[in-house]
């Protein structure tokens, strides 16, 4: 029998719940890691038994959790994340030089072929790497000491690689995503990078169309293309033919461009899902309507996705690593809310239902396809 | 010995009773309790201290007999009390307002 296991970061612990393949009942498993904020969870493609977990808190700072059971139970492993050879500067706030500091892990991305290995998103932005399940990290340190490195400077959420994308098709394309950088693709195995942000145009920097600076919230693409990306950037929607060489704007019909989420349909490489949110200074949903939108065509023509959803008085924001789907037929969408909802839709989006309503503000979301 | 007390979050982790034993070789100060507590204690590596700078976190604070002590030099020596168990030697997460 299949079923889901939807995997909750939130700011104050790690959920759990789980269903079977009809995903219409729900088992609720937690608070665990209690007290602290759990910025991502997600278990390894080729062992849904092996799951990492990273639990941080401003007082006391970073712990991975791995889990080799499914989650049932947790076992803290190596937290030293130390920046490779001469760390160097980038931009403060008030653009005076600031040494890379590390404040926490944003993103865990188990490999595609070994759970063994992840991939780590820090803040300040950096990418690092363990092969021994999470024990001891490396710097993958070819990212932070491009040339533009220097010149990068935090938005108001902090300096963070928040996004990683490794190619299903060549284990050594990857890409990340950086808060007020972009996007930078490694066709290396992580050596060397350079900036794919061509085709973006940014009114809140002072050259709107600059290599590097640009505000990217989330990336995503459908394993049976690789070399199609979509983006969610502070303002607009995007796609990439051409793994991101360059992108064009489908943002189309939305009531809104800016947001956070954006994921792709399991069997649709074509059918994409964002959040809209009113603005950079308005962060919940336009008219207090939660909607999720869905293009069938890549783009350009949304559909908003209500049934189910408040369509009064809904103030909450969906984070940018708040969505997921699973790859069972019908496919299974989700997203959480900071305030606390777990959506679900078990029909690629036509409806929805609240997992849960009460939880703390979520951070992120994942799934797992369990066969 | 010393009598050391954890905040709740660094206990989970540790696996520790609110107050509890700890050897201290050498000289009692704070960089000698953290060091004893890192090495007894692996996983609060870093949630009490900089591993690489070894600078205290900035919502740690370090209380003994009635004071605070974060701000002595981390290898002043702590109260001749916690020496001889008589007060101990407090790791604490700073109050947040809200």
């Given at each position: 029998m299949s079923g889901v296991r939807v995997l909750v970061g939130t700011r104050k612990g790690m959920f759990i719940l789980t269903s079977d393949g009809k995903r219409k009942t729900w088992v609720v498993s937690g608070p665990m890691l209690e007290g602290w904020e759990v910025y991502h969870v997600k278990g390894s493609p080729v062992d849904p038994n092996r799951i990492y977990a990273s639990q941080t808190t401003d007082w006391f700072g970073q712990i991975i959790q791995r889990s080799d059971d499914g989650g049932a139970t947790w076992a803290p492993v190596g937290n030293q994340f130390q920046y490779d050879g001469v760390t160097g500067t980038h931009q403060w706030y008030d653009g005076t030089p600031h040494p890379w500091e590390f404040a926490r892990v944003w993103h865990l991305e188990p490999s595609l072929s070994d759970p063994d290995t992840v991939l780590a998103g820090v803040e300040d932005a950096a990418l690092f790497r363990s092969s021994d399940g999470g024990e001891n990290w490396h710097e993958l340190s070819g990212l932070r000491t491009i040339g533009s490195g220097s010149s990068w400077q935090p938005g108001a959420g902090g300096m963070c690689l928040h996004t990683i994308l490794v190619s299903p098709s060549d284990a050594q394309r990857i890409w990340v995503a950086i808060s007020s950088a972009g996007v930078f693709r490694t066709d290396d195995g992580g050596v060397s990078w350079s900036p794919k942000n061509k085709g973006l145009h940014s009114e809140g920097i002072p050259d709107g169309d600059a290599e590097v600076g640009h505000c990217v919230h989330r990336i995503a693409l459908h394993p049976s293309r690789p070399d199609t990306l979509f983006m969610q950037k502070h303002w607009d929607v995007l796609r990439s033919d051409d793994a991101g060489d360059s992108w064009v704007e489908?943002?189309?019909?939305?009531?809104?461009?800016?947001?956070f989420v954006i994921d792709v349909h399991a069997h649709e490489p074509e059918t994409v899902y964002v959040v809209p949110i009113t603005s950079d200074s308005v962060h919940f949903p336009p008219e207090g309507k939660l909607r999720v939108y869905r293009s069938r065509?890549?783009?350009n023509e949304w559909e908003p996705l209500t049934k189910?959803?408040?369509?009064?008085?809904c103030y909450v924001d969906v984070l940018r690593d708040a969505m997921a789907v699973d790859s069972l037929d019908d496919c299974g969408v989700y997203f959480g809310t900071t305030g606390g909802q777990v959506y679900a839709s078990a029909n690629a989006g036509d409806s929805w239902e609240p997992?849960?309503?009460?939880?703390?503000?979520?951070l992120s979301v994942e799934v797992q396809t369990l066969a | 010995m010393i009598r050391v007390v954890l905040p709740a979050h660094l206990r989970t982790l540790a696996h520790v009773n609110r107050e509890f034993d700890l050897d201290v070789p050498g000289p009692l100060t704070q960089r000698s309790v953290i060091d004893a507590l890192e090495a007894r204690f692996p996983v609060l590596l870093g949630t009490i201290?900089?591993?690489?700078?070894q600078k205290r976190r900035p919502y740690v604070r370090f209380f003994a007999c009635e004071e605070d002590?974060?701000?002595?030099?981390?290898?002043a020596a702590l109260p001749d009390a916690v020496a001889t168990r008589a007060e101990p030697f407090f790791v604490i997460g700073a109050m947040a307002g809200g």
């Open positions: 489908i943002s189309g019909n939305l009531p809104s461009d800016f947001g065509s890549g783009g189910g959803l408040p369509q009064a008085n997992i849960v309503r009460d939880l703390p503000a979520v | 201290r900089d591993p690489l700078t002590l974060s701000h002595d030099s981390p290898d």
